[in-house]
């Protein structure tokens, strides 16, 4: 049994990969590390956004957001260069102007096969580093084979409704609990992050929530002696 920790967060949100970043940065600090269990949980942003590879990223948030070209480029800056101080390179400007529904249903797929951070990070490289359209059908094919989907199976993951409802449920717990932003970290069901907060902020979080959970399910010390295994193994 782990203690979970569930992220809200979209592959668009150039703030949930640096949240990502500074998060993982604190858990290989974190002593119990092996005992906590993460889970990726989807939060579409703008979910009536067109997907236009014509379109910059650029061209539409001045548009959709109704500021200058310098406010955007500056805007944009700031969250380039908090990517650089987690080690990460963004390409903002230049990524695909790209509709997460489809993303968001590879994330819920990939989660099945145990695989959900691998396809989170793929995805966020590929939308901020790689400027690859993430709501093509064959760079997501890419993607999700490059992190050990089979291929066959994800492409007709991909050309059916198939989890499309846990999106949505995940979007609905999200908004019984209150999230009305993304990145949102919630740990042992009791702790809320919200936002890229330094590193430090979460490993305090996790030593918090850890404690109390560590006295709600407290370790065996178990003395091994002669058993018999479930399956009538006794030798």
Request: proline residues 3%; contains cysteine; negative net charge.
């Amino acid at each position: 049994m782990k203690m979970q920790i569930n992220i809200w967060s979209d592959v668009r949100c150039p703030f949930c990969y640096i949240g990502k970043k500074k998060f993982e940065t604190a858990l290989a600090q974190f002593p119990n590390k092996d005992k906590v269990e993460v889970v990726w949980r989807s939060f579409q942003l703008d979910p009536n956004l067109k997907t236009n590879p014509e379109t910059s990223t650029l061209e539409y948030f001045m548009k959709n957001k109704g500021v200058s070209e310098q406010r955007a480029k500056q805007l944009f800056g700031h969250a380039a260069q908090m990517a650089r101080e987690v080690g990460l390179e963004f390409n903002i400007e230049e990524s695909v102007l790209a509709n997460s529904w489809n993303a968001h249903r590879l994330i819920q797929f990939a989660k099945t096969k145990s695989l959900g951070n691998e396809v989170e990070e793929a995805l966020f490289m590929a939308h901020f580093t790689e400027k690859k359209n993430i709501d093509d059908m064959e760079s997501l094919v890419e993607i999700g084979t490059s992190i050990g989907l089979d291929e066959k199976e994800t492409r007709k993951m991909l050309n059916s409704d198939a989890f499309a409802y846990e999106v949505k449920q995940d979007e609905m717990q999200a908004k019984n609990i209150g999230v009305t932003g993304v990145p949102f970290f919630v740990f042992n069901n009791k702790y809320a992050v919200s936002g890229a907060q330094p590193a430090e902020a979460f490993l305090q979080t996790l030593e918090k929530s850890w404690e109390e959970y560590d006295k709600e399910n407290p370790s065996w010390s178990i003395a091994e002696g002669d058993s018999c295994s479930p399956d009538g193994n006794c030798l």
